[in-house]
């Protein structure tokens, strides 16, 4: 039986609806965003035109007239639901939002043309063209990693192997031939992703810094690290304002990111020392030299996948804006993840064994904040795989 993510009801619904936006489906690689957008078609038997970019050097934008084009002819034969359009990778092609804004009102004008899903690998690179040329006239389906309850659904998983393999659906036939998976994940994932969604679309002067920081968040994923030690680890001759900008090309790829420190002032959270922290544990994984069994009996590094597993499902939840997502800490005293939605602030901390009777770091933040909610993952808090398992809005305050 094939799976079919819990976003294909939302997206149905608004390939339905008699109002005219163009859909924009962002994401990683190798979420399934293609793969859901067919799903959807086929189960509402619309008929759709898919196309991909991913040949940035042999398409422009006529590229995109002559897709729109035949879509137009296929429209005016499809019957009472229409048709729809699929581009994908759009952002490789350099102007591409000005074309799309031209075709789309031209059809807006005249009361026809095709409904339109664009696809695109980084949140991050198409976000610019979206904002500044197709504004009023979109909306974003942000599509996150896996998180363990769909690897379980999908492909029965048990929690030990979601944390250690994460969630990338098309890596999971592999686990069984750890070699094979690892470098499925390190050659098909993560270099694509650099080498093609980040390094020929984005201005990256330090292109060798670029990979090392990576390799770095994923070493130190679940530590604050402040940016004078990164260059310090990194033995380059870069500044904080290069790091700083560089974390921000992974989070837009959906590698990696730097969590700020929470506090009462904005100034004061943008300075602070980021908190590294992956969005899928796979690349921890895929990069530590062990096998499953030996992850498990290393206590340290089991600790630190489990905390990064749970930032993991909080960094991919708060990609669609419904929270943000801090640390905090204060000398030696620290709270794992700070979520702040609205005015509503809850603390969590993450135990991979039994948890301490007192929890200094989580006494001492809320006696500087107000504090809505407390939350412990793991150990004898919340059981790490009721949490994982649902919706991180459910336990929110």
Not at 43 to 57: G, K, Q, S
Not at 191 to 210: G, N, Q, Y
Not at 366 to 380: I, P, Q
Request: net charge positive; proline share 4%; charged share 25%.
């Amino acid at each position: 039986m094939t799976y079919i993510r819990p976003h294909a009801s939302e997206l149905e619904k608004r390939i339905l609806e008699p109002r005219r936006l163009i859909q924009v489906v962002a994401g990683p690689r190798q979420v399934g965003k293609t793969t859901l957008v067919r799903q959807v078609c086929d189960r509402l038997r619309i008929p759709f035109r898919y196309a991909t970019a991913d040949e940035p050097f042999l398409k422009g934008r006529a590229w995109i007239d002559q897709q729109w084009e035949l879509a137009r002819l296929e429209n005016l034969t499809s019957g009472e639901k229409g048709s729809v359009l699929i581009l994908d990778e759009i952002q490789k092609i350099s102007g591409w939002s000005e074309t799309v804004k031209r075709l789309w009102d031209e059809d807006t004008h005249a009361g026809s043309g095709p409904k339109v899903i664009l696809l695109g690998s980084a949140p991050l690179l198409i976000g610019k063209g979206l904002s500044e040329s197709l504004a009023g006239r979109f909306e974003i389906m942000h599509l996150g990693h896996w998180p363990y309850f769909e690897m379980k659904d999908a492909f029965h998983w048990s929690i030990d192997e979601f944390l250690f393999h994460g969630g990338y659906p098309g890596a999971a036939p592999l686990i069984g031939d750890p070699q094979r998976w690892t470098r499925y994940i390190l050659d098909s994932l993560v270099e694509t992703t650099l080498s093609r969604d980040v390094l020929l679309l984005t201005r990256v002067d330090k292109p060798a810094l670029l990979r090392r920081l990576f390799d770095l968040c994923c070493a130190y994923s679940g530590q604050i690290l402040s940016y004078n030690k990164m260059l310090g680890q990194l033995l380059d001759a870069g500044n904080t304002t290069t790091l700083a900008h560089y974390l921000e090309l992974l989070a837009g790829a959906g590698m990696a990111t730097g969590l700020q420190k929470f506090a009462g002032e904005t100034a004061r959270i943008r300075a602070s020392s980021p908190k590294l922290q992956v969005y899928n544990t796979a690349l921890i994984g895929a990069q530590c030299g062990l096998a499953l069994g030996e992850a498990k009996q290393d206590g340290r590094f089991w600790g630190r996948l489990v905390e990064s597993a749970v930032g993991a499902h909080l960094v991919n939840a708060a990609t669609s804006g419904a929270f943000e997502l801090f640390y905090w800490r204060e000398g030696n005293r620290e709270v794992d993840f700070v979520v702040r939605k609205g005015q509503k602030v809850t603390a969590i901390e993450v135990k991979s064994s039994r948890a301490p009777e007192r929890m200094p770091g989580m006494e001492a933040f809320s006696r500087a904040f107000r504090v809505d909610r407390t939350l412990l993952v793991g150990g004898d808090g919340i059981p790490l795989e009721v949490f994982l398992g649902n919706d991180p809005l459910r336990f929110l305050a």
